[in-house]
């Protein structure tokens, strides 16, 4: 049975009042009948009783009666008691950061006597989010990462009855944490293979289930850019990375790299890549076509994704695509520190987030027709550059420039 804990709440719930009336302290130490909830608060020291919360918060529930309490219970998921706080008037438990599959919005407490007692409280849920793979050209055999968030909340793990179908395939998740799931990618993986997450719990019930993640893997439809020698740009720089040492290893065929030190505000040669041609002649050739059919897609719907190896660390000119007649977007992933990968990293960034000009309220609009014309034959003037402020000792790869549904349609 529970050892019922006496103790000040310390750090957990900041200072307890000290001063009582006899009256009070009366009612600290003595328990009669069910246990009655009176507020809800986030501390002691707060005023104002609160309505909801979030999974992992620490809260303060006050009332009478609270000697003989055993169970605790958020919607259906129950607490471990061991870190749980109880004294006769107040008891402070953690939120369990685990997602319920039955929603009551309500907290339910058990005594030893099996009575229990229901308080309203609504908890906010984060969703369980599918961001893609960390590299959709992970090679057949090797380990495959999937990004996203809340993972932990949702119990994706082997353990707790989660797979992946990767397309007729149903295949284990090894390991997880928050914001990663790992698994072994086929060995006779093919190009443009969709993938779905499932999960089911120990008591049947389907938590997720053909949920779609963003991309495929290998996906190769719309290819702009591969490394491909073009012709049009002497200076551009391409290679298969065999026998060049530092070099990271192949993708899909060549790559583009721009290495070197790279002046303020410097284009052209090396640091850009231009073709003045529309997209019905893609500078590619390890890329196909999915047909008149993509554009009704909406564009909301669709994103620019490529993959970099960023060799050495990356602050200062952006990584810029201009397509679309002057559409651009500028990619600068770095925050207060400078930005590399490890590895090969598949990057998505939706066309509605490119403008014309850059940095405006003037964002993509909704369908393609309303960019320019026919955008299969009228849009030209492509270019991918690396341009902006100064940075030195730049070693950046990329590969494989596309434009792809977001989804399978």
């Known amino acids: 049975m529970k050892r019922l804990k006496y103790l000040v709440y310390g750090l ?4 307890l009042p000290t001063a009582c009336n006899d009256n009070e302290e ?7 009948g069910l246990p009655v909830v009176r507020d809800v608060k986030h501390t002691v020291l707060d005023s104002t009783t609160i309505v909801s919360g979030n999974l992992g918060e620490w809260i303060v529930v006050e009332g009478t009666n609270f000697c003989d309490i055993t169970e605790i219970c958020f919607n259906d998921v129950w607490v471990s008691m061991d870190n749980v706080y109880i004294e006769p008037s107040r008891i402070s438990v953690s939120i369990p950061r685990v997602a319920p599959f039955e929603v009551s919005n309500t907290i339910t407490f058990v005594t030893s006597k099996g009575d229990t007692v229901k308080h309203p409280f609504e908890l906010f849920v984060p969703d369980l989010i599918l961001k893609g793979m960390l590299n959709e050209w992970v090679k057949p055999g090797e380990t495959g990462y999937i990004e996203g968030e809340n993972f932990d909340i949702h119990q994706i793990d082997s353990i707790d009855g989660a797979w992946i179908m990767f397309g007729e395939q149903q295949l284990a998740v090894h390991r997880m944490n928050a914001s990663r799931l790992w698994f072994e990618v086929p060995r006779d993986a093919e190009p443009c293979t969709p993938i779905f997450l499932f999960r089911q719990d120990s008591l049947g019930n389907m938590r997720i289930e053909n949920l779609q993640m963003p991309g495929l893997y290998m996906d190769n439809r719309n290819i702009l850019y591969d490394g491909t020698d073009n012709g049009t740009d002497p200076g551009t720089m391409h290679t298969d990375g065999l026998g060049l040492t530092g070099f990271p290893e192949a993708i899909n065929g060549h790559y ?5 030190d790279y002046a303020a505000w410097t284009w052209g040669g090396k640091w850009r890549t231009y073709t003045p041609f529309n997209i019905g002649q893609p500078m590619s ?20 994704v490529f993959e970099v190896n960023v060799m050495n660390d990356w602050m200062g000119a952006a990584f810029k695509f201009s397509f679309w007649n002057g559409w651009e977007y500028h990619w600068m992933p770095w925050g207060s520190s400078a930005y590399r990968t490890n590895g090969w990293q598949t990057i998505r960034i ?3 987030d490119f403008c014309n000009p850059v940095g405006s309220e003037n964002h993509f609009p909704d369908t393609w027709w309303e960019a320019t014309g026919n955008p299969y034959w009228d849009w030209k003037n492509r270019e991918v ?4 402020n100064a940075c030195p000792n730049v070693f950046f790869c990329w590969d494989n420039l596309r434009f792809v549904p977001r989804y399978v349609y």
């Not at 957990?12 to 200072?15: D, G, N, S």
């Open 12 to 15: 957990v719930l900041l200072l």
């Open 26 to 32: 009366a009612a600290d130490v003595t328990c009669n």
């Open 385 to 388: 550059q690396f341009h902006g």
């Open 350 to 352: 939706p066309v509605k």
């Open 256 to 260: 583009y790299y721009y290495q070197g």
């Open 285 to 304: 050739n390890n890329g196909s076509y999915v047909g008149d059919w993509f554009w009704d897609i909406p564009t909301s719907e669709c994103d620019i």
